[in-house]
């Protein structure tokens, strides 16, 4: 039986505050959830991730592919590497001097964004994944498939997504 203080009552006597115990295991499960959270987070997104995926240039007109609206100029991708497409989901490279190919910028293995095209490579910060940059093919990690390829056209100096 506990005992109080003269003149002061416990949560026990009133059962209208929680009692301390009922406070700390809340808060307990509180910070195990968030940091749950936080961890899970970490398997499908890279803190990294926006550092060096570069946006089209010319702003609005290249959203999404709209319409067949001009994603990229043939200059913008370079000879043996290429550019990731954040907003549209797509990598865009060119394997040799004017062929070029375009690929979903998600990995087959956790659907991470791939970051960087180095190398011959468009690569995956989450697990290290790689795929090659002719046809998407698995290079290297624990990616199960190839890149699922994107429709793109090119006319001129104008890539456009389709």
């Given amino acids: 039986m506990r005992t109080s203080l003269p003149g002061t009552t416990t949560s026990e006597e009133t059962g209208s505050a929680p009692c301390r115990r009922t406070v700390v295991a809340t808060i307990g499960a509180a910070g195990i959830a968030a940091a749950l959270t936080a961890c899970g987070a970490g398997d499908d997104k890279s ?36 550019k990731i497409f954040k907003d549209e989901q797509i990598v865009v490279t060119q394997p040799t001097e004017g062929e070029f190919k375009a690929f979903s910028n998600r990995c087959t293995h956790k659907q991470c964004p791939v970051t960087s095209v180095e190398g011959g490579t468009v690569n995956c910060p989450c697990h290290g994944s790689k ?28 890539i456009k997504l389709v």
């Fill in 47 to 82: 803190s990294s991730e926006a550092a060096d995926v570069q946006e089209p240039e010319g702003g609005g007109d290249g959203g999404a592919g709209a319409g067949g609206a001009v994603l990229a100029k043939t200059s913008d991708i370079p000879v043996g590497g290429g």
């Fill in 131 to 158: 795929f090659d940059i002719a046809d998407g093919s698995v290079r290297g990690g624990p990616a199960p498939k190839p890149l699922p390829a994107a429709e793109i056209t090119v006319a001129g100096d104008s």
